[in-house]
C-alpha cells in the first residue's frame, strides 16, 4: 500500500534527502517549507524519483499552517502514514553573545514548529488509530558541546517533549522515533552562519544525509524508539550519563570553531 508522509523543512538536506529515498518506495509526499521556488524542485524530483508529490509552503512557527499542512495532506490522500518533524536551523556562539530575539527566533522553529506540526498530526494519527512519527533531533540534543548552547537547548526540549509524546503513544499501534544525527553535510552550515554574523567549522566526525534518510527508511519498516544514523553517536550519549566530567573534555575539540 502506498505510503502518505509529510514531511518539514523538505526543501533541502535532511528532508528532501529523505523524501526522495521513500520516494524510491512509490510514496506519496506532502512536502512543505518557505521557499516556494525549492520546493518545486523538490516536488519534481520526488515525481521522478516514483514517487507523488503535494508541495506546500508552509512556515512551522505558524500553527495555521501546520493545521492547514496536516488537513490538504488527509483531504488529497485520505491519509497520514508518516510525519516526520524536520524543520530547524541552527545558531553558533556563547550564550552570553546570543541576543535574547535569537534565542526565541531559534526556540520557535526547533522547539514550536515541532509542537505545531504534532499537535496538527496526533489527532488524525489517533483517529486512523495507526502512524509513525520522527521527531529529526541532533547529537546535541543528547549532549551539548561548546557555543552550541543556543540551538542545543532547542534540542532538548524538542527531544523532552517526544519522549513524553512517545511514551504517551506506548500502547497504542502509533510509533515515534527520535532521530539524532551528527553534523550533517546540508545547508545548516551556510544558515547557521547567516543567522549568527560569522562563519565557524566544525572539527567532529559527518554523515550524508542519504545516510541519515536510509536509517529513517529502516526504521519504518523495523521501528525502533531511537535512531542513530552515526552508530558512534550513541556511545556519546551513553559515555555522557556514565562520565559527564571527562566527556566535556572530550566535546571540547568538536565545538564549532571561528574561520
Known amino acids: 500500500?502506498?505510503?502518505?508522509?509529510?514531511?518539514?523543512?523538505?526543501?533541502?538536506?535532511?528532508?528532501?534527502?529523505t523524501a526522495l529515498r521513500l520516494a524510491r518506495d512509490g510514496a506519496a509526499i506532502a512536502i512543505c517549507a518557505r521557499r516556494e521556488d525549492k520546493l518545486k524542485v523538490v516536488a519534481g524530483e520526488i515525481e521522478q524519483a516514483g514517487g507523488r508529490a503535494l508541495p506546500i509552503v508552509a512556515d512551522v512557527t505558524s500553527a495555521t499552517d501546520m493545521a492547514r499542512f496536516v488537513e490538504r495532506t488527509v483531504s488529497?490522500?485520505?491519509?497520514?502514514?508518516?510525519?516526520?518533524?524536520?524543520?530547524?536551523?541552527?545558531?553558533?556562539?556563547a550564550i552570553d553573545t546570543i541576543a535574547a530575539d535569537q534565542m526565541h527566533d531559534v526556540m520557535n522553529v526547533n522547539y514550536f514548529g515541532t509542537y505545531h506540526l504534532l499537535h496538527a498530526a496526533l489527532p488524525v494519527l489517533r483517529k486512523q488509530n495507526a502512524g509513525h512519527i520522527f521527531?529529526?533531533?541532533?547529537?546535541?540534543?543528547?549532549?551539548?558541546?561548546p557555543y552550541m548552547g543556543a540551538y542545543s537547548a532547542t534540542k532538548f526540549a524538542q527531544v523532552g517533549l517526544a519522549e513524553c509524546v512517545r511514551a504517551e503513544l506506548r500502547d497504542t499501534p502509533i510509533k515515534l522515533s527520535i532521530v539524532y544525527p551528527i553534523s550533517t553535510d546540508t545547508e545548516f552550515f551556510k544558515v547557521m552562519t547567516e543567522h549568527s554574523g560569522f562563519a565557524?567549522?566544525?572539527?567532529?566526525?559527518?554523515?550524508?544525509?542519504?545516510?541519515?534518510a536510509q536509517a529513517i527508511a529502516a526504521a519504518l519498516e523495523r521501528p525502533v524508539?531511537?535512531?542513530?544514523?552515526?552508530?558512534?553517536?550513541?556511545?556519546?550519549a551513553v559515555l555522557n550519563a556514565i562520565a559527564p566530567g571527562f566527556t566535556d573534555k572530550l566535546v571540547k575539540r568538536w565545538g564549532r570553531k571561528p574561520i
Do not use: F, H, W
Open 225 to 236: 524508539p531511537e535512531i542513530y544514523p552515526q552508530r558512534i553517536a550513541k556511545g556519546l
Open 200 to 212: 565557524t567549522r566544525a572539527s567532529g566526525p559527518r554523515q550524508s544525509p542519504d545516510d541519515v
Open 135 to 145: 521527531v529529526i533531533s541532533s547529537i546535541v540534543g543528547q549532549r551539548g558541546i
Open 76 to 93: 488529497l490522500y485520505g491519509r497520514l502514514d508518516v510525519v516526520m518533524c524536520n524543520a530547524g536551523y541552527g545558531l553558533y556562539g
Open 1 to 17: 500500500m502506498e505510503r502518505v508522509v509529510a514531511i518539514t523543512g523538505a526543501s533541502a538536506g535532511i528532508g528532501r534527502a
